[in-house]
């Protein structure tokens, strides 16, 4: 499979959700997929605007979760999310985390 991004050691990805937006909802509202045969974590930011980031915290690999509400307003709605590799393991045959999907679980149609 050839559909993940490996981010590389220290790299970031930024994705922009393009027909819905990410909002807080009940529970956890946003999910991170990462493949391959290393967890390696991530720190997660969202943003409206994809110039102003709020960090939300990281993720550990693997398939994570995240609840924005103790970050962000009821009422905010953000189309971006940058995630960055926490530099574990740099030294691996494909180092950074490899994303295979973002998802807004908690979202509202654009």
């Known amino acids: 499979d050839k559909n993940y991004v490996t981010l590389g050691c220290g790299g970031t990805l ?10 807080d909802g009940p529970g956890n509202d946003l999910y991170v997929y990462e493949i391959g045969p ?9 943003s409206i605007d ?9 993720v550990r690999g693997s398939t994570a979760s995240l609840d924005i509400g103790k970050f962000v307003s009821p009422l905010d709605e953000f189309r971006f ?3 960055t590799d926490l530099r574990t393991a740099c030294g691996a045959g ?10 807004a679980i908690s979202s509202r149609r654009n």
């Open 14 to 23: 930024t994705v922009e959700f393009i027909d819905n937006v990410l909002i």
């Open 38 to 46: 290393d967890v390696e974590p991530t720190q997660v930011e969202i």
């Open 50 to 58: 994809g110039k102003n980031w709020i960090r939300v915290g990281s």
């Open 81 to 83: 999310v940058r995630l």
């Open 94 to 103: 494909y180092p950074g985390a490899d994303i295979d999907a973002v998802g």
